[in-house]
């Protein structure tokens, strides 16, 4: 794959992304969450909706509920962006000082990327899930 999307990448996350309800886009976001706790146990330790609660609990937390739709707000505005690659990198980065507050370092996103979009792509169907995957 190139640096980028192509522009029939683009338009397929568009198009997958807009023909699911709010309620679907938590549940594949809760299920992300899910492949990224699997994947990586002690990460589920940085999120305080998992606080004293098991991983289960946790992720049908209404405060698991509310970052489950903030995380789809910024995947929202970064899929608006994808035609331009700074503007989509911007809004990955405006993420990072209130993570890093939290403890997050760069490994936490890039392991939790890579579950989470494994977990993803395994419940998409007519995206370009061989040229996604590479991105993971």
Known sequence: MADWFTTEE????????SSMTEDQLVE??????????AAYP???TLF????????????????MTAHCCKFNQVYKRLCANLDDQAKAKAVIME???????????AEHFQNGLKAMTETMMK???GCP???LKKCA
Do not use: C, M, Q
């Open 129 to 131: 899930v061989d040229e």
């Open 28 to 37: 594949f976001t809760r299920a992300g969450f899910a492949g990224i706790f």
């Open 10 to 17: 683009i338009a397929a996350v568009n198009k997958d992304d």
């Open 42 to 44: 002690d990460y589920a």
């Open 95 to 105: 993420l990072a000082p209130t993570h890093r507050a939290k403890g997050l370092k």
């Open 123 to 125: 419940s998409l169907e």
């Open 48 to 63: 305080g909706a998992l606080k004293d609660k098991s991983v289960e609990e946790g992720l049908k937390s209404d405060a």
